[in-house]
């Protein structure tokens, strides 16, 4: 595998500096030459000429964030990251590769999910590149490389795990998306290393349920919320009756036997785990 080595090429202005005069002289030398009608000095000088033109080929310019991958008769010789105008071997061949940052948002994928349900998913991966080489001479074309193992690491990912879970110490797709977005990013910076690549972030952007079951799933929904919903609204009323039974015991308010405690607990439950308001008849003729 073919690493990153960092070359350091020349300031370009101090080479131009040098062959602008340099060049001039060699052409008036070439005029001078050719109107004494001397061959041998006559193609000396023009050979000077073509050489210090080729000279001027050695000139290219490192924008900002950017890096060169130069290459001389296809042997890698370095990468060159320094902004500014550079001069190398005429003869290298100078590949730009950009190091900015890049963002792009898969198209929606429709995978099944931890339970068998097919959902509609989509993710954005921020990403950049770190190695110029091995994203050169790596893989054939590294951005589509990073999409193409965006969208295989997101389709694992999404069968990895539910849409949807009601309880809370269950990860899924919709209720945890911290955890879902480090797994992904994980996956996805795993697949995409050999590209040179460093994944700067990457989460879910469209979670949906396929068009085909979401009409039921949606049913399913509200049922488990509505059965959730129930669960902690009981919890609660067995604890505040249980907290009024030992509340009068201790109390000594009132001594209740077993069939007013049945009868009590009853009623307390009754208005409290009622989805209406309770209407009470008040009984003002004995003590029960």
């Not at 131009?16 to 000396?44: D, E, K, Q, R, W």
């Not at 950017?66 to 005429?90: D, M, T």
Request: proline share 4%; with cysteine; aromatic share 6%.
């Amino acid at each position: 595998m073919i690493r990153e080595q960092e070359l350091h090429p020349p300031s370009g202005i101090t080479v131009l500096l040098f062959l602008v005069p340099a060049f001039l002289g060699a052409v008036a030398l070439l005029v001078v030459a050719g109107s004494t009608g001397m061959v041998a000095p006559t193609v000396a000088c023009a050979l000077l000429v073509g050489l210090l033109g080729l000279l001027f080929a050695g000139l290219f310019v490192v924008n900002p964030n950017e890096a060169k991958v130069l290459q001389l008769f296809g042997h890698y010789s370095g990468s060159a990251r320094e902004p500014g105008l550079r001069w190398a071997n005429p003869f290298y061949t100078k590949k730009k590769v950009s190091l900015r940052v890049v963002s792009f948002e898969s198209g929606k994928l429709k995978v099944n999910d931890l339970d068998g349900n097919p959902v509609e998913i989509a993710a954005i991966v921020v990403w950049k590149v770190v190695d110029s080489a091995e994203a050169v001479f790596s893989v054939d074309d590294f951005h589509e490389y990073v999409r193409v193992q965006s969208e295989a690491a997101l389709r694992k990912l999404a069968s990895q795990y539910p849409y949807d879970a009601h309880d809370d110490e269950k990860v899924s797709l919709r209720g945890s998306t911290g955890v879902v977005a480090e797994h992904l990013e994980k996956e996805v910076q795993e697949r995409a290393k050999a590209a040179g690549v460093q994944v700067l972030e990457a989460r879910i952007s469209h979670l949906a349920y396929a068009p085909e079951i979401a009409q039921a799933m949606l049913q399913r929904q509200q049922a488990a919320a509505i059965i959730a919903a129930r669960t902690k609204i009981v919890e609660g009323a067995v604890s505040m009756v249980e907290m009024a039974l030992e509340r009068l015991l201790k109390a000594g308010v009132v001594q209740l036997d077993e069939e007013r405690k049945a009868a009590m607990v009853s009623n307390l439950l009754v208005v409290l785990c009622g989805d209406r308001s309770a209407h009470p008849v008040i009984n003002t003729g004995t003590l029960y």
